[in-house]
């Protein structure tokens, strides 16, 4: 007989597939970023309050999203707890939405709607898009989704089996925390530990996902060997010390060249197209699957 945690992820994820994400006035995570908004904009402006302030802003709602969580693991079984949990877990991860999001730009491209496609792209990257080819709307699309399988999926399904629900809310809350001000420009200093936080959180995550990206790619009719040989090439390409390993494995695996204009190029196949995100998504997804098959295989009980 599975035991209760793994059916709590399966039932989070079955209401994920099937329905995606709740309203935005019920989703937990727009209340973290409430939260992370509200202690912004009381940050000081001068750079080493800033960067000190900057751990508060991360710290504070990540400390009470785990105690949050960790004292819902704690109460005893009842219908109103299962569904409460069920819930927050839904919140921590947006695997339908990410998937659905590439498709949208997909059947945009293959359409020639290149000017939609562009607008579509805006949900998956915080890049500027109106000057990108057809070819670098589909390249942005991929370098999302393999990058977000480790973010939107991979990352909170381990923190939970490991630490619980209390652990699953506290990395999305760092996740989000990092997407809000962890990067250069106005928040270089104030958004430092939230970046670093990040960093530490996604190390183990990112490098599971390429492990990911290579075990699947067999079962989509994708290349193993060049998803592992690109991924071990190529991942220190990027900025990040994270987002390198899942995106430049997909990268190997499809044979393509997933390239963000002046910031790196992983691969040296082909200039990705529409086809490419389908594929891209089959891949992604045969990778959560795995995933979550060998993780939640490692409960206590779940071989019964």
């Known amino acids: 007989m599975i035991s209760s945690a793994p059916m709590l992820w399966l039932s989070a994820l079955a209401i994920d597939l099937a ?7 019920l ?3 727009v209340l973290m970023g409430w939260a992370i908004g509200t202690l912004e904009r009381a940050a000081p402006r001068d750079d080493r309050p800033a960067r000190a302030f ?8 990540t400390i009470g999203a785990y105690v949050i969580g960790t004292f819902l693991d704690g109460q005893r079984w009842s219908p109103v707890r ?4 069920v819930f927050i877990l839904k919140s921590t991860f947006a695997l339908r939405e990410l998937v659905g999001a590439a498709a949208r730009v997909e059947r945009a491209l293959a359409a020639d709607a290149v000017d939609l496609a562009r607008d579509e792209l805006r949900s998956l990257v915080s890049r500027p898009t109106e000057e990108l080819a057809a070819h670098q709307i589909a390249s942005a699309a991929i370098e999302s989704l393999a990058e977000n399988l480790a973010d939107s999926y991979i990352g909170p399904l381990l923190f ?3 630490g619980g629900i209390g652990a699953a809310i506290a990395y999305r809350v ?3 925390a990092d997407a809000m001000i962890g990067y250069r420009g106005r928040y270089e200093h104030l958004g430092k530990a939230a970046a670093r936080a990040d960093d530490a959180a996604n190390y183990v995550p990112s490098r599971l996902s390429a492990l990911a990206v290579v075990t699947a790619a067999p079962f989509v009719c994708a290349d193993a060997h060049g998803a592992w040989q690109v991924a071990r090439n190529d991942h220190g390409r990027t900025a990040s010390p994270n987002a390198g390993w899942p995106m430049a494995a997909a990268a190997g695996a499809l ?11 992983l691969g040296d196949g082909a200039a990705p197209s529409a086809r490419d995100i389908r594929r891209a998504r089959r891949l992604v997804m045969a990778a959560a699957v795995l995933v979550t098959a060998a993780v939640l295989a490692t409960y206590p009980g779940a071989r019964r």
């Open 19 to 25: 329905f995606g994400e709740p309203p935005r006035a």
């Open 27 to 29: 989703h937990p995570v």
């Open 54 to 61: 900057g751990a508060l802003v991360v710290g504070l709602p």
């Open 82 to 85: 299962t569904a409460l949990s």
């Open 160 to 162: 939970y089996r490991f």
């Open 174 to 176: 760092v996740n989000t």
């Open 255 to 265: 044979g393509l060249r997933l390239e963000k204009p002046r910031h790196y190029a």
